[in-house]
């Protein structure tokens, strides 16, 4: 029997008020991979995201996490998320971070110590177990924020603009994790605006107001376009996609 | 100019925030009203129950009190310690004797001016009417007749709890703490679940399995051991430091202020769902905070208009303060005191069912 895809996501609709925000998606996101979702700001990423975390609530459509149908406390427990902004906890250490995550995800106290440790040498966090998070640099916080959402072994991890704001060599250094997770046999769905880093994914979405314009591999995109770069292939997609809705 | 610039853009930003624009000009006239319906409500007679009184003397308490004629004392008392009358007056061997409950400030003063008022016009008459007599049995050719002068009546105050050294901060001491509990427990508990929402912290436990119910009660018993402590230190300066009578039992104290500061504690959580930043929050101080102050006993109601007496039965402060005052001036017990615990209680309970029903905004599950 083949094994169900990490994420299904089917006619998703979702909206803020009379403002449509998601029109129609449909998503399938194999095991193993991973999964970019490029678009510009405001496109409909975020809400994507929050989607399949069940945290907003859709107009219509289906979702499913490993066969399990979102919103379910089963479906959360399959899920990583590392948020956009940092949704950290200033007065708190990086290692109470990790052990409050990791109770919440149902780890007992030995695992989520054991776990903390390992985790806070994988994202170099180990120098500062006492340093409450308020005196962490912008890059520090989101290796924290990282480690949360690897917490659990969960093995879908939803990661929304993981790199926004840090610098070159961090960035290189969170995407060979990716690598190494996607190695272990994890799931990962990433949002990002960065073309040069969606390069790196097995399969990408383009999202322009609310749709997905484009789906596939980054050479199928460039073959399918013409297109020397993906920023030229999503602008190509974009204009086919403007004129199909005039 | 650029402070024209700066005035137009908070002008802008202003008009648009329509709950600001509410706060400026609804809420202080909504409070103003509240505080005059309050002040202004119509003056209610004292009723009073008069024990072997002279004829006279009730006629002239009547002109200003509802007087209720009796002849036992003590069931007059009794009537009075169930605050079914604001004061009795008996009289006997020309001893008057004024009992009052004693717990309400404005009551006791107007019981003592009426009766002071009067005994006054009951002396006068009594000694116009002697001088009188006095005229009249040495008119000329008559034999000069012994007059006795009556006495003036001498009144005492006897107070059922309290005494006439009671101050009136003692009096409202038990509505304060109550307050002071209720008003910082809401505020702390409001801006500390608003960050929560704010800072996004609140999304990520949302998108773990933790159960909507399980981030309230982790909130409500987490702030929850702050509040003890502070509840306690509270209470405990009033009646340690400051000597504030305390005629009860601590410990009863102790769980109204508890069973109060909890309800808080959920009502303030609660309120933080429908506020985007700490400034929203400390908007609902007019709305949530002032009239329950108003309403909750500190000042007396009985002559206000009756939407405003039920509207006081809405409000948890309104049965903390009533029991305060009857634990901590009235020394009274469990047994009086249980249905103001239990509607305390009911608050609790339903605040945090609705926190619960107020995170489906974040998430149905």
């Known amino acids: ?246 | 100019m650029r402070a024209c610039t700066v005035a137009r853009r908070v002008i802008r930003q202003i008009v648009k925030d329509r709950r600001t624009m509410a706060l400026m000009f609804i809420a202080p006239i909504a409070v103003i009203f509240l505080l005059y319906t309050v002040l202004n409500a119509d003056t209610v007679q004292p009723r009073v129950i008069a024990v072997g009184l002279p004829a006279e003397l009730t006629e002239q308490l009547a002109q200003t009190s509802e007087v209720t004629e009796a002849a036992d004392a003590t069931a007059a008392l009794e009537t009075l310690r169930g605050r079914d009358t604001d004061g009795v007056v008996t009289f006997s061997d020309s001893e008057l004797t004024l009992f009052v409950e004693g717990t309400d400030p404005s009551v006791t003063a107007s019981m003592s001016r009426n009766v002071a008022s009067a005994v006054a016009a009951y002396s006068e008459k009594q000694f116009a009417e002697a001088m009188r007599s006095l005229t009249a049995g040495n008119g000329a050719g008559a034999p000069a007749k012994a007059v006795t002068a009556p006495q003036p009546l001498a009144v005492t105050v006897s107070y059922l709890n309290g005494s006439a050294d009671v101050t009136g901060f003692d009096l409202i001491a038990p509505l304060l703490m109550g307050f002071f509990i209720f008003f910082f427990v809401f505020l702390l508990a409001g801006v500390a679940f608003l960050r929560e929402r704010t800072t996004g912290t609140l999304e990520r436990l949302l998108a773990t399995p933790v159960r909507r119910h399980e981030i309230v009660m982790g909130y409500f018993l987490g702030f929850g051991v702050f509040v003890f402590f502070q509840t306690i230190l509270i209470q405990s300066f009033m009646v340690s430091v400051l000597q504030v009578p305390l005629k009860g039992d601590f410990y009863l104290v102790a769980l109204i202020n508890l069973l109060l500061a909890a309800g808080s504690l959920a009502l303030g959580t609660l309120l933080s769902a429908f506020a985007r930043n700490e400034l929203q929050m400390f908007q609902f101080i007019p709305v949530v905070i002032v009239p329950q102050v108003l309403f909750c006993g500190l000042f007396s109601l009985r002559g206000a208009p009756r939407w405003v007496d039920l509207l006081s039965k809405a409000f948890p402060l309104t049965y903390a303060a009533e029991a305060l005052n009857d634990v901590a001036l009235r020394g009274n017990g469990f047994e009086t005191v249980w249905p103001c615990l239990l509607a305390l209680f009911g608050y609790v309970a339903v605040f945090l069912f609705l926190n619960t029903l107020a995170l489906k905004k974040y998430r149905r599950l």
């Open chain 1, 1 to 246: 029997m083949a094994a169900c895809d990490a994420l299904e996501i089917r006619d998703l609709q979702v909206g803020y008020g009379k403002r449509i925000v998601l029109h129609q998606v449909n998503v399938t996101v194999p095991q193993g991979k991973i999964v970019g979702v490029l678009g510009p700001s405001g496109s409909g990423k975020t809400t994507l995201v929050r989607s399949v975390l069940g945290v907003i609530p859709i107009e219509s459509g289906h979702i499913s996490v490993f066969g399990k149908p979102v919103p379910s406390f089963s479906a959360m427990a399959e899920i990583g998320y590392m948020a956009q902004s940092d949704a950290l906890y200033d007065d708190l250490t990086s290692t109470e971070h990790l052990l409050f995550f990791g109770r919440l995800q149902g780890l007992s106290a030995a695992e989520a110590k054991a776990r903390a440790k390992e985790l806070l040498a994988f994202v170099e966090l180990d120098a500062h177990p006492g340093q409450p998070v308020r005196n962490f640099s912008g890059g520090m916080r989101r290796r924290l924020s990282l480690a949360i959402a690897l917490i659990a072994h969960a093995p879908l991890l939803i990661l929304d603009e993981p790199t926004v704001g840090i610098d070159p060599v961090l960035r290189r250094k969170f995407w060979d994790a990716f690598e190494a997770l996607k190695t272990q046999g994890r799931t990962l769905l990433t949002t990002t605006h960065v073309m040069d880093e969606a390069a790196r994914c097995d399969r990408l979405l383009m999202v322009r107001d609310g749709r997905i314009i484009a789906d596939g591999t980054v050479s199928e995109m460039l073959t399918r376009t013409g297109a020397d770069t993906l920023e030229n292939a999503f602008l190509h997609f974009s204009a086919i996609k403007e004129k199909e809705m005039a």
